[in-house]
């Protein structure tokens, strides 16, 4: 191809990704659409993710859960859930608790520096990387967080001051932050880990439309039946990972009484599993399976 100037036009190159790690789109209104007027306008876009993308979800939901719990029993303060976090804020403020507004102040400070940091991360692999790749790297820095606070933490001993409290909860905070904006970068479904009130909505809607659409395509034909019902995923992601944030809270809790701050060497561990699991749809990682 010539360009304007004459000169011979180079291809843009691309990076090498591999289609089948990609969400697949499944258009099982299509499927409905001979059964009955209504269900041929009833189109329903489900999009999954790969088995290895959903693990990854799940278990930093667990991170997610844990974390919160840990903090809030240690020092009253949420550093995931912010609207609970600022409920508790308000709270404090009118009864004049300022020493807890602070850490739930700090909370908050720290949850928008940690979103913001992880966005700027993201924007900059954006396009280039797969989701599960960025957030495998982004989760790093995630993981230096939550060690740090674990240190921090520990060097403090069982009673610091209300400046190294103020210090913990950010920290927590930037890190839950941090896991926030990697999930919400989700090409699709969007299963927060650090917050459920708006995925638990997010679940019951897509519910009730997959109950829809099921007894849309009851009468179709069993085999594209069963295709759609095979496809029609979406909203179980959701309900499994309030599940598994769920059971982080709970071992959370139950290790915080007898490890105190070394009850985040759970999340930290997990949090090392998702970095792994993300490493395996590097770009470095595939060039060099490709190499042999």
């Known amino acids: 191809m010539q360009t304007q100037a004459g000169k011979e036009e180079q291809p843009a190159t691309t990076p090498r990704l591999d289609p089948s790690t990609l969400p697949k789109v499944y258009e099982a209104g299509s499927m409905a659409s001979s059964a009955s007027n209504s269900a041929s306008n009833l189109r329903l876009n489900?999009?999954?993710?790969?088995?290895?993308w959903e693990l990854m979800i799940l278990i930093l939901a667990v991170v997610?859960?844990?974390?919160?719990?840990i903090i809030a029993l240690a020092f009253d303060a949420l550093p995931g859930p912010q609207t609970g976090n600022t409920v508790l804020l308000g709270i404090a403020l009118a009864h004049g608790?300022?020493?807890l507004a602070e850490a739930r102040s700090a909370s908050f400070l720290g949850y928008l520096v940690g979103t913001a940091t992880g966005q700027i991360v993201i924007v900059k692999h954006r396009g280039s990387w797969l989701w599960s790749s960025?957030?495998?790297?982004?989760?790093?820095?995630?993981?230096?967080?939550l060690a740090t606070l674990l240190l921090v933490w520990h060097e403090a001993g069982a009673n610091p001051t209300h400046g190294i409290v103020?210090?913990?909860v950010a920290i927590s905070a930037i890190a839950m932050g941090i896991q926030s904006a990697v999930i919400l970068d989700l090409?699709?479904?969007?299963?927060?880990?650090t917050y459920i009130t708006g995925m638990l909505t997010t679940f019951v809607t897509h519910l009730v439309q997959w109950l829809n659409l099921m007894g849309s395509v009851r009468d179709v034909p069993a085999k594209s039946g069963e295709a759609a019902a095979r496809s029609l995923t979406g909203p179980w992601i959701h309900g499994l990972?309030?599940?598994?944030?769920?059971?982080?809270?709970?071992?959370?809790s139950f290790l915080f009484s007898p490890m105190h701050e070394t009850a985040l060497t759970l999340p930290i561990v997990l949090l090392v599993a998702v970095i792994l699991i993300g490493k395996y749809d590097h770009p470095s990682f595939a060039l060099r399976g490709e190499n042999g």
């Open 46 to 52: 489900v999009k999954t993710y790969p088995v290895r």
């Open 64 to 69: 997610g859960g844990s974390v919160d719990a």
């Open 97 to 99: 608790q300022f020493a």
């Open 134 to 145: 960025a957030a495998g790297t982004i989760e790093i820095i995630e993981l230096i967080f």
């Open 166 to 168: 103020d210090l913990l």
């Open 187 to 193: 090409p699709a479904e969007k299963p927060t880990t």
């Open 241 to 252: 990972t309030w599940l598994l944030y769920f059971t982080g809270v709970i071992s959370g």
